[in-house]
Nanobody
Framework: QVQLVESGGGLVQAGGSLRLSCAAS????????MGWFRQAPGKEREFVGA????????YYADSVKGRFTISRDNAKNTVYLQMNTLKPKDTAVYYC?????????????????WGQGTQVTVSS
């Protein structure tokens, strides 16, 4: 089991940057691949990207590739989402999620643990 708590959301102007954090409980954080998702009002949840349990691999959706970076600090049980060159269409509630490392792929499937989300609003 792992419990996740996101933080760092807020209001930012277009072109700005924001870093989200996701703190995990438990002593097995390094056993999980971590992902970020987002959901805009009236839209389905969208996969943003993921990082492997060791931090050695990352995978991003095309919509954020080159602008967003996922990193993790296993000593601090924390995963980060650095968002640069933000656009109004990035406005959404952002969620972190975890899936056991037994799943070899970093794709959007099999994430079984979720945080409560943090709001990101990008103004034009």
């Amino acid at each position: 089991q792992v419990q996740l708590v996101e933080s760092g959301g807020g209001l930012v102007q277009a072109g700005g940057s924001l870093r989200l954090s996701c703190a995990a409980s438990g002593r097995t954080f390094s056993s999980y691949h971590m992902g970020w998702f987002r959901q805009a009002p009236g839209k389905e949840r969208e996969f943003v990207g993921a990082i492997s349990h060791s931090g050695g691999s990352t995978y991003y959706a095309d919509s954020v590739k080159g602008r967003f970076t996922i990193s993790r600090d296993n000593a601090k049980n924390t995963v980060y989402l650095q968002m640069n060159t933000l656009k109004p269409k990035d406005t959404a509630v952002y969620y972190c999620a975890a899936k056991p490392r037994v799943w070899s792929s970093l794709d959007e499937y099999n994430f079984g643990f979720w945080g409560q989300g943090t709001q990101v609003t990008v103004s034009s």
